[in-house]
């Protein structure tokens, strides 16, 4: 079966713009979460959506936002771009224990 | 809050076997799992152990769950240089919902 698939794989973004990613889960799977992987911080939650609604959300700043769709697919939206937001964000899907991530997006401000 | 800490190194020659250890906070863990990240890669489900086990193997690698004292390890056995990445340790629980709190990750190095 096909897996998770974010896109664009790779970004680059001024600062003050603002930037969708998109995230396609593996069919069946109704959750999608969100995490931004950095040097700095490691892996952090953003949030985590299901049948549309969000069920959960990390300790982020109100300028990350998200949305999943009827057929589960999710997109998250980053408005008013930092330097700080350049990292990898991963987005996870799942069915039940086992959260299988995507490839990424690599998001680079500049 | 919840923490996972892993050990941030371990290096070992190829063939032989490679622990890497995690411990965690939370004691309402339900699930635990194992993630690998190699340069440039999202992350590999590598396994996962619900928190009533003390034992998982799959194939090459075994996971021993130790709940009282919250800690977690990961074998490989027979690391191959194909091993060498980023291993990740993470857990969730029901009260967190669909939230997984990692561990800083531990670097494997497999050398010839």
């Known amino acids: 079966k096909a897996g998770v698939t974010q896109t664009p794989r790779y970004l680059i973004k001024t600062r003050g713009q603002q930037v969708t990613l998109s995230c396609s889960p593996i069919?069946?799977?109704?959750?999608v979460s969100w995490y931004q992987q950095t040097p700095g911080q490691g892996l952090q939650f953003l949030f985590e959506y299901f049948s549309e609604t969000q069920r959960n959300k990390g300790n982020f700043p109100g300028r990350f936002s998200g949305r999943q769709f009827s057929n589960s697919r999710s997109e998250m939206n980053v408005s008013t771009l930092e330097l700080g937001d350049s990292a990898l964000y991963l987005c996870?899907?799942?069915?039940?224990?086992?959260?299988?991530f995507g490839s990424g997006t690599r998001l680079t401000v500049v | 809050g919840e923490d996972v800490e892993q050990s941030l190194f371990l290096s070992v020659r190829e063939g032989d076997s490679s622990v890497i250890n995690c411990t965690y906070t939370d004691s309402s863990s339900t699930y635990l799992y194992w993630y690998k990240q190699e340069p440039g890669a999202g992350l590999q489900l590598l396994t996962y152990?619900?928190?009533?086990?003390d034992m998982k193997q799959d194939q090459r690698l075994t996971v021993l769950l130790n709940k009282k004292d919250k800690h977690l390890s990961l074998r490989i056995a027979d690391t191959q240089t194909g091993d060498s990445a980023i291993y990740f340790c993470a857990e969730s629980s029901y009260n967190q919902g669909g939230k997984l709190i990692f561990g800083q990750g531990t670097e494997l190095s497999v050398k010839p």
């Open positions: 152990i619900f928190s009533n086990m």
């Open positions: 069919s069946g799977h109704r959750s």
């Open positions: 996870a899907s799942r069915a039940t224990g086992d959260y299988t």
